[in-house]
């Protein structure tokens, strides 16, 4: 039985995991090695299916209770739901803080997560091997899946219901592997300020029902946040269930197609920075040293953690 000051640790561990996932380019899954959770952590979420979901669901019912409980222990739903909440807390935080950056500084914020998707991407190509057609073929696939929808998603895709689900499903999956941001896919799929937009407006909602002037700015975000969330419980229970499929038949060349997404997700910033020069009629030689700069500092983030996660096997 887990003591009151270890499941603060867990907490504080979820807080930095969803710190590390609310910015493109830094993964929740590093963090989770170097905190040593994650076999844990893909333990109980591969131990997550719809057999086991309506089994908790059916603890409504006090004859169905143990049952639950018995469930609810297979999945190690407490671990998780405390996890989760670290998590949770710390994505909110941060997305305001992000939301606020976007819209006074877009420039320099889209610059900081190109730096932390290049520093990425040099440390993760370290151990991606292309001595074969086969990774060859799949390094080339994740580049121009990653390469073209950063161009056609951020300009071509609305911030409908169906596209936040899609966008949950795969942010979230993403979130368990060491190495892939789900919030840079966020950004590929032209979702991540929108998203961030939501959260903020998400707080000040819950601000305003705290003291009593109504509940419309919750109702006006809950479907979005609704769909975002419905659609991470499908991508936990399928997709991160097709990626561990992938890796356990063709390690190599999964690694390969996940590490060239994020390769081919560089252009997501260049996109998102060209989109706000255009509406501000600034140039980009006038934008580009602060982009640089603030891209250096990005950099220099991933580089300190994969410092401290480079002797840990992933």
Do not use: C
Request: aromatic share 8%; proline share 4%; glycine share 10%.
């Amino acid at each position: 039985m887990a003591t009151h000051r270890e499941w603060i640790a867990l907490y504080l561990k979820g807080v930095a995991m969803g710190s590390a996932d609310a910015v493109p380019g830094v993964s929740g899954g590093t963090i989770a090695l170097v905190v040593g959770i994650y076999e844990r952590l893909i333990a109980a979420i591969t131990a997550v299916d719809p057999a086991r979901l309506r089994r908790i669901l059916a603890g409504v019912r006090p004859a169905n209770i143990p049952d639950a409980r018995a469930a609810f222990h297979e999945i190690d739903g407490a671990f998780l739901l405390v996890l989760g909440a670290g998590i949770a807390t710390a994505v909110v935080a941060v997305l305001s803080v992000v939301n606020h950056l976007l819209t006074t500084q877009p420039v320099a914020t889209y610059g900081f997560f190109f730096g932390l998707i290049a520093a990425s991407a040099a440390v993760l190509l370290d151990g991606v091997a292309l001595d074969t057609p086969r990774r060859q073929g799949a390094a080339i696939a994740g580049f121009t899946v990653a390469f073209l929808a950063s161009g056609y998603a951020s300009t071509a895709l609305d911030s409908s219901l169906p596209v936040v689900f899609v966008a949950g499903a795969v942010a979230v999956s993403a979130m368990v592997l060491p190495g892939v941001s789900g919030s840079l896919l966020l950004v590929v799929l032209g979702q991540y300020e929108h998203m961030s937009g939501v959260v903020s407006r998400a707080i000040d909602g819950a601000v305003a029902l705290a003291r009593g002037e109504g509940a419309a700015g919750l109702t006006e975000v809950a479907p979005t946040i609704a769909a975002f969330l419905l659609g991470g419980v499908v991508g936990v229970v399928t997709i991160a269930h097709a990626v561990k499929y992938a890796l356990a038949r063709a390690r190599a060349a999964t690694l390969a197609f996940l590490v060239s997404l994020i390769v081919g997700a560089l252009r997501a910033p260049l996109v998102e920075v060209s989109i706000r020069l255009a509406e501000s009629g600034e140039t980009w030689r006038a934008a580009a040293p602060r982009f640089a700069l603030v891209a250096v500092g990005g950099a220099a983030v991933v580089f300190v953690l994969d410092r401290y996660s480079a002797a840990i096997e992933y």
